[in-house]
């Protein structure tokens, strides 16, 4: 728990105090609480684990599967909107912003295979991203705010969606 108190403290600019980090940071909170209800879900205690995922949903609108596999360092940034589907792989030192769905693409027959992304380290995830099926990011990737990525990312790649553009004008718009 000191880890990641500390690396909440050095990620975030405006470097937060331990006890900050440890009332305040919603990020923080699901991170910590999904270590409990993974291990809770390794030990087949899965209504449980799925309670305390439920609850920490709710107190910090941040949605983790409990059977989600994360690495050490994860750093959630504001982390309202976030969703991390089932069975997703995230690995050591990953930020992820708000807004992130790292989610499945609804196909039934997938139901018992690997169907959400897999993160590796050192990845960046902007804000309103999201990663979807059975693909990876690479290390040291960065996905670009409102991206949507449904293919392999390679490492050290940064990926944006197009800019967006005027779709219809009307030059005497009174409000």
Excluded: C
């Amino acid at each position: 728990m000191l880890e990641l108190i500390r690396h909440y403290q050095n990620q975030d600019p405006v470097r937060p105090g331990f006890w900050e980090v440890i009332l305040v940071y919603p990020g923080f909170h699901a991170t910590l609480l999904h270590r409990i209800s993974h291990r809770l879900w390794q030990a087949k205690f899965r209504l449980l684990s799925r309670i305390l995922a439920h609850f920490t949903r709710w107190i910090t609108g941040i949605e983790i599967h409990p059977a989600a596999q994360i690495g050490n360092n994860l750093f959630i940034d504001h982390g309202m909107g976030i969703v991390i589907g089932e069975t997703t792989i995230i690995g050591n030192n990953v930020t992820i912003f708000h807004g992130v769905t790292l989610g499945g693409l609804g196909i039934p027959s997938t139901a018992n295979s690997k169907r959400h992304p897999t993160i590796s380290d050192n990845v960046i995830l902007g804000a309103g991203a999201k990663i979807l099926g059975n693909t990876t990011i690479y290390a040291n990737a960065k996905v670009a705010p409102n991206a949507v990525v449904m293919q392999d990312v390679p490492a050290y790649a940064t990926i944006s969606q197009p800019p967006s553009r005027i779709i219809k004008y009307v030059d005497d718009w009174v409000i």
